[in-house]
């Protein structure tokens, strides 16, 4: 498996932009498709956005479209999630992942991935 370490979170104003980052080691890390989860006080975790191996397809969570934009660096072995005009409800722990198989979900499931980071905290103020 893959190692990954999420950067980045703190606290932000409403309508501001925050970068994460999330380092990965161990493997090769262009075998595996990336993906964004968050996981807010009293909520179950859920999807937010999604990149392919190569980078050349992003899937995306209604609730970000448009906001929030992910990217890889395959010889950094890092992916990055910019968010932009922050709202409140984006306050959550936020974690990075990794799926070394195909997806026919467009990788929005939990089940499909196989390493976690421990999540990065990132508030959103009023």
């Known amino acids: 498996q893959v190692q990954l370490v999420e950067s980045g979170g703190g606290l932000v104003q409403a309508g501001g932009s925050l970068r994460l980052s999330c380092a990965a080691s161990?493997?090769?890390?262009?075998?595996?498709?990336m993906g964004w989860f968050r996981q807010a006080p009293g909520k179950e975790r859920e999807f937010g956005i999604a990149i392919s191996r190569g980078g050349g397809t992003k899937y995306y969570a209604d609730s970000v479209k448009g906001r929030f934009t992910i990217s890889r660096g395959n010889a950094k072995n890092t992916v990055y999630l910019q968010m932009n005009r922050l709202k409140p409800e984006d306050t959550a722990v936020y974690y990075c992942?990794?799926?070394?198989?195909?997806?026919?979900?467009?990788?929005?499931?939990?089940?499909?991935?196989?390493?976690w980071g421990k999540g990065t905290q990132v508030t959103v103020s009023s």
């Open positions: 161990g493997r090769t890390f262009s075998n595996y498709a």
């Open positions: 992942a990794a799926a070394n198989r195909p997806s026919g979900l467009g990788y929005q499931s939990e089940p499909e991935y196989d390493s």
